[in-house]
């Protein structure tokens, strides 16, 4: 019986211990609560940035690839031993310049028979023609001297055409690539023997969307960046527009004849090409570095008047997004010009945040900005 009394008295101890402590902590931690809602959230240093209107350059901009105006790889049209090779690689030639010399003996020795045999078919012709005058032969006979001759002619003709192949010529004005043929190589037909390319002028073919294509007509002016690492652009403009539009990548390819003096571009280089489609298109525009982008809509922070004179706080807007241009962004909807944005430190500001406008330089935004050089 005293053990269970005594028991009863530890439990009972024991839970007023508890309800002691249990109600201190909770007074301090009320107390902690009350504190913090009390205590304003601390100020954040930003920068600011006006929404103003701009005015963009209507353009569609695009990797292109340039061809030479004209351009082939010459190929051995007949079989034949390469008897001489009258070029250089890389060099300059005018059109019909000889740049290859196949051998031809065989073919010369068949010319001399096959003439020897045309002399032969014309004199008999002739005899023929004044026998027939004195009706001592018939029209068959003559008939067949006819055939005989034209026989003749054409296997004279057909050898000279051979000859005049064995010799390669450079069927326009243009530049050689590397050789591809050594003397005395049994050159076989379609045997390649060296590219040439006239690049004074040159194409530059770039894919359009369908949504852009509507926009391009023949005569809008082109800029193609010469990919040397600088700004120069040479200047185009449209000549051709594809008929059809790629099942694959639901784009067309727009042609651009450009002039090529310097020889800047060259067959086959990747380059930026830029069309102007229209006059400027005014837009209301934010430096990219003002959003908030995340998946459930894109927001800026507008800096407003606090509740004190001199004071601001931050104003979370939703806004809807358009195109970019260099460090800007287009806003379609949600902001109004002349409404200031935090421009730098936007991630860590929190609706009706209080924020203090940073007085030290910030970069310049600009709409086609240069990196640079390292």
Same mark, same amino acid.
């Given at each position: ?47 600011t940035f006006t929404a103003e209107v701009q005015q963009w350059p209507n353009s569609y901009t695009a990797m292109g690839t340039v061809e030479a105006s004209e351009g082939i790889v010459i190929v051995a049209e007949v079989a034949g031993k390469v008897k001489e090779i009258r070029f250089k690689s890389g060099e300059q030639v ?86 591809? %043929?050594?003397? #005395?190589? !049994?050159?076989?037909?379609? $045997? @390649? &023997?060296?590219?040439?390319? =006239?690049?004074? /002028? ?23 960046? %010469?990919?040397? #690492?600088? !700004?120069?652009?040479?200047? $185009? @403009? &449209?000549?051709?527009?594809? =008929?059809?539009? /790629? ?23 990747? %380059? ?103």
């Amino acid at each position: 019986m005293n053990n269970v009394k005594s028991i009863g008295i530890a439990a009972a101890s024991l839970l007023g211990i508890v309800l002691i402590v249990g109600g201190i902590k909770g007074g301090q931690i009320a107390a902690m609560v009350q504190a913090g809602e009390n205590t304003p959230v601390p100020s954040e240093t930003v920068s600011t940035f006006t929404a103003e209107v701009q005015q963009w350059p209507n353009s569609y901009t695009a990797m292109g690839t340039v061809e030479a105006s004209e351009g082939i790889v010459i190929v051995a049209e007949v079989a034949g031993k390469v008897k001489e090779i009258r070029f250089k690689s890389g060099e300059q030639v005018k059109k019909g310049t000889v740049i290859l010399v196949q051998e031809s003996g065989n073919e010369q020795a068949q010319l001399s028979a096959a003439e020897a045999r045309l002399r032969l078919a014309k004199s008999n012709h002739e005899r023929l023609v004044e026998l027939r005058k004195r009706n001592t032969v018939s029209q068959s006979e003559l008939d067949t001297a006819v055939q005989q001759m034209e026989s003749a002619e054409g296997d004279v003709g057909d050898l000279k055409a051979t000859l005049d192949k064995k010799i390669v010529r450079a069927p326009f004005d243009g530049r050689l690539g590397i050789r591809q %043929v050594d003397l #005395g190589e !049994d050159l076989q037909v379609g $045997g @390649e &023997i060296v590219s040439l390319q =006239a690049t004074n /002028s040159v194409r530059v073919n770039f894919p359009v969307p369908q949504f852009w294509l509507v926009q391009m007509t023949r005569g809008l002016p082109v800029e193609v960046n %010469v990919g040397d #690492g600088s !700004d120069a652009t040479i200047a $185009g @403009e &449209i000549t051709a527009i594809g =008929a059809e539009i /790629s099942s694959v990548t639901r784009n067309a390819i727009v042609q651009s004849y450009l002039q090529n003096e310097k020889s800047q571009l060259i067959p086959g280089m990747a %380059v930026e090409t830029k069309v102007t489609l229209s006059d400027p298109q005014q837009v209301l525009a934010v430096p990219s570095t003002a959003v908030i982008y995340a998946p459930f809509g894109d927001t800026v922070f507008v800096i407003e008047a606090g509740e004190k004179a001199g004071t601001f706080k931050a104003r979370q807007q939703f806004v809807r997004l358009g195109k970019a241009r260099g460090d800007f962004v287009e806003i379609v909807d949600g902001l109004k010009a002349g409404e200031v944005v935090a421009s730098a430190g936007a991630f860590k500001l929190l609706n009706g945040q209080a924020v203090t406008v940073g007085t030290l330089p910030t970069p310049e935004f600009k709409l086609e900005p240069t990196p640079a050089d390292s």
